[in-house]
């Protein structure tokens, strides 16, 4: 399922900013919709209720790669003829995947810049995905310089962060953020090829305020050591994938019960999230729940009230998105956004839609 290239050892490591439950892009971070969410089947009291699974709130190390090239944008590019050209304004669109240059499949920028490289001034068929549809997109390239030649396209093939784990089956598979990683610059929900977790380290958190959301600050090494597990879903209720490092990642595994959303009530609750070396449940308030299921992974309104989470970190901050939700006993969902304008509150997601999409 994970392909070698997946392995390769990154020679840097990066100090990666958290995206969670108020960052753009993985996490969107709002007070209001994030607009039309394709709505999931409910799971029944009887399909939620009773599911034991291990309880997370570790954070994790995430990176992602698309399927196919995703395309941010289009832009000018200056002739060798000293002319302004935009080959590829209103035929390819953010959003869409760039899947094969002249019937030949890329699986990265590394492919389709080779590809371009190799151009000859010809027009140039782009496989492209859209949602749904695929089809051939003919393009005039641009000669910029003396038999070079570019297409004026802006893409990204992978995506990298931090983020929470909410559980683990019985069949060691995880569910994580509870939201969707979607790309920071369309907006789009990102489809993946595939993906890997790895161990992080937390350096450092940034108290939140209302209008400014806080964050941690971890360092990821990319290298097969800290490999934990691997990413094969990422929907509007999540990421899921398989933790293979098991004791590593659930060094303290605490078999939990879930709750299906007609268990649970307004009032006291916890969350479950790692802060200052130290992973804890903190005193929260179920301020609302939404049964309707028109936005999947705000189905609950929370606040936080614990007075040590409070000052440490202002309330929900980015890289708690997941952080599980527990209430009399039982997991009732994961955290997903923040408010913007009051960083005590956010969303939760149901923990019965990530379990519909765990697989």
């Given at each position: 399922?994970?392909?070698?290239?997946?392995?390769?050892?990154?020679?840097?490591?990066?100090?990666?900013?958290?995206?969670?439950?108020?960052?753009?892009?993985?996490?969107?971070?709002?007070?209001?919709?994030?607009?039309?969410?394709?709505?999931?089947?409910?799971?029944?009291?009887?399909?939620?209720?009773?599911?034991?699974?291990?309880?997370?709130?570790?954070?994790?190390?995430?990176?992602?790669?698309?399927?196919?090239?995703?395309?941010?944008?289009?832009e000018?590019?200056?002739?060798?003829?000293?002319g302004?050209?935009?080959?590829?304004?209103?035929?390819?669109?953010?959003?869409?995947?760039?899947?094969?240059?002249?019937?030949?499949e890329?699986?990265?920028?590394k492919?389709?810049?080779?590809?371009?490289?190799?151009?000859?001034?010809?027009?140039?068929?782009?496989?492209?995905?859209?949602?749904?549809?695929t089809?051939?997109i003919?393009?005039?390239?641009?000669?910029?310089a003396?038999?070079?030649?570019?297409?004026?396209?802006?893409?990204?093939d992978?995506?990298?962060?931090?983020?929470?784990?909410?559980?683990?089956?019985?069949?060691?598979?995880?569910?994580?953020?509870?939201?969707?990683?979607?790309?920071?610059?369309?907006?789009?929900?990102?489809?993946?090829?595939?993906?890997?977790?790895?161990?992080?380290?937390?350096?450092?958190?940034?108290?939140?305020?209302n209008?400014?959301?806080?964050?941690?600050?971890?360092?990821?090494?990319?290298?097969?050591?800290?490999?934990?597990?691997?990413?094969?879903?990422?929907?509007?209720?999540?990421?899921?994938?398989?933790?293979?490092?098991?004791?590593?990642?659930?060094?303290?595994?605490?078999?939990?019960?879930?709750?299906?959303?007609?268990?649970?009530?307004?009032?006291?609750?916890?969350?479950?999230?790692?802060?200052?070396?130290?992973?804890?449940?903190?005193?929260?308030?179920?301020?609302?729940?939404?049964?309707?299921?028109?936005?999947?992974?705000?189905?609950?309104?929370?606040?936080?009230?614990?007075?040590?989470?409070?000052?440490?970190?202002?309330?929900?901050?980015?890289?708690?998105?997941?952080?599980?939700?527990?209430?009399?006993?039982?997991?009732?969902?994961?955290?997903?956004?923040?408010?913007?304008?009051?960083?005590?509150?956010?969303?939760?997601?149901?923990?019965?839609?990530?379990?519909?999409?765990?697989?």
């Amino acid at each position: 399922m994970v392909e070698s290239r997946k392995y390769r050892t990154f020679l840097f490591t990066l100090l990666i900013l958290a995206l969670l439950a108020g960052a753009a892009g993985w996490s969107h971070a709002q007070t209001g919709s994030e607009g039309n969410l394709a709505q999931q089947a409910e799971a029944s009291t009887s399909a939620s209720s009773g599911n034991t699974v291990l309880l997370g709130g570790m954070p994790v190390g995430i990176y992602m790669e698309t399927d196919g090239v995703m395309v941010l944008n289009t832009e000018q590019i200056q002739g060798i003829d000293g002319g302004e050209y935009e080959p590829a304004a209103n035929l390819v669109r953010s959003g869409d995947y760039i899947t094969a240059v002249d019937h030949q499949e890329i699986s990265g920028k590394k492919d389709l810049l080779e590809a371009v490289g190799e151009l000859s001034g010809d027009k140039v068929v782009l496989t492209v995905r859209r949602g749904e549809e695929t089809m051939d997109i003919k393009i005039d390239p641009v000669e910029y310089a003396p038999d070079e030649y570019r297409l004026g396209i802006w893409v990204r093939d992978n995506v990298q962060g931090l983020g929470t784990v909410t559980f683990l089956t019985d069949k060691s598979r995880f569910g994580a953020l509870g939201h969707g990683i979607h790309d920071t610059d369309t907006n789009v929900l990102m489809t993946i090829s595939d993906g890997t977790v790895y161990r992080t380290s937390i350096q450092d958190i940034i108290r939140g305020a209302n209008g400014s959301p806080g964050s941690m600050e971890g360092i990821i090494v990319y290298n097969n050591y800290n490999i934990l597990g691997t990413i094969d879903k990422n929907t509007e209720a999540g990421i899921y994938g398989s933790i293979e490092r098991i004791d590593e990642l659930f060094e303290e595994q605490i078999p939990i019960e879930t709750a299906a959303k007609e268990e649970i009530v307004t009032g006291p609750a916890t969350i479950r999230c790692y802060i200052d070396n130290e992973l804890k449940e903190y005193e929260i308030q179920v301020t609302d729940i939404d049964m309707s299921g028109s936005e999947i992974n705000k189905g609950l309104v929370i606040q936080v009230t614990d007075p040590e989470l409070l000052e440490k970190t202002g309330g929900i901050i980015q890289g708690m998105s997941g952080s599980p939700i527990i209430q009399n006993g039982k997991l009732i969902g994961a955290v997903t956004h923040v408010f913007v304008q009051d960083s005590t509150m956010g969303y939760g997601i149901f923990i019965e839609n990530m379990l519909n999409q765990v697989g």
